[in-house]
């Protein structure tokens, strides 16, 4: 079965600073990537997928993520970090088997952005 | 205003007693999704559902039961065999097949004492 790990539980950063969140997968065969967020009393909501094409993808607030199928990683990256990214980020994967939608989740990152 | 909706928000109940959570959805998605999010582990697939009149265990099934009798709606049972029901449960439905996004409900806080 394939798993999600995600590498750093809490991450602290203040305002403006950079952010990279790691997300490696184990699967060797085609994956559909996604990372959620789940901001404080919200819904989780997708911030940004990856199916195929342009392995640098680009999702909503300015977060961006790489796939690099060589190192079986999405990793998920913000240029300058506000207040209101604080939440809590979810990398997921999807076995592209061709009939299900069978997401697997890390077990998640909280960003805790200090003014 | 399309969505999943969950009801309650808040549940509690005593041990040994089963409860059944509520999802709808009118987004018209074939597939449906319940999973449970406890800290520090994420968010684990209990049941999930890809259309009406059938469903197949996710990672978690044991102690929990579901039905699909109506393509808007998804209702688990947490019954008194899950050892540890106390947890945040999620439902989700998406268009069925891998390219789809899953969309998310608010959420039901459940407590067991």
């Known amino acids: 079965a394939q798993s999600v790990s995600q590498h750093n539980h809490h991450v602290i950063l203040s305002e403006a600073a950079s952010l990279e969140l790691g997300c490696n997968y184990s699967y060797g065969g085609t994956v559909n990537l996604f990372w959620y967020v789940q901001y404080p009393g919200q819904h989780l909501q997708l911030l940004l997928k990856?199916?195929?094409?342009?392995?640098l993808v680009k999702g909503i607030k300015g977060f961006e993520a790489e796939f690099i199928k060589s190192k079986f990683s999405f990793n998920l990256r913000k240029p300058s970090v506000q207040w209101s990214d604080t939440a809590e980020y979810f990398c997921a994967v999807n076995i592209n088997t061709g009939t299900a939608s069978k997401l697997t989740f890390g077990t998640g990152t909280r960003l805790q952005v200090t003014l | 205003d399309g969505g999943i909706t969950q009801s309650p928000k808040y549940l509690f109940r005593k041990e040994g007693q089963n409860v059944t959570l509520s999802c709808e959805q009118n987004?018209?998605?074939?597939?449906m999704y319940w999973y449970r999010q406890d800290p520090g582990q994420g968010l684990r697939l209990i049941y999930y559902?890809?259309?009406?009149?059938?469903?197949q265990k996710g990672d978690i099934a044991e102690g929990y039961s579901v039905s699909r009798e109506k393509k808007e709606s998804f209702p688990l049972t947490v019954t008194s065999a899950q050892k540890n029901p106390t947890a945040f449960y999620l439902c989700a439905s998406s268009m069925e097949g891998p390219d789809y996004e899953q969309y998310f409900g608010p959420g039901t806080r459940l407590t067991v004492t």
């Open positions: 990856y199916f195929s094409g342009d392995p």
């Open positions: 987004l018209n998605h074939d597939a």
């Open positions: 559902s890809q259309i009406v009149n059938d469903f």
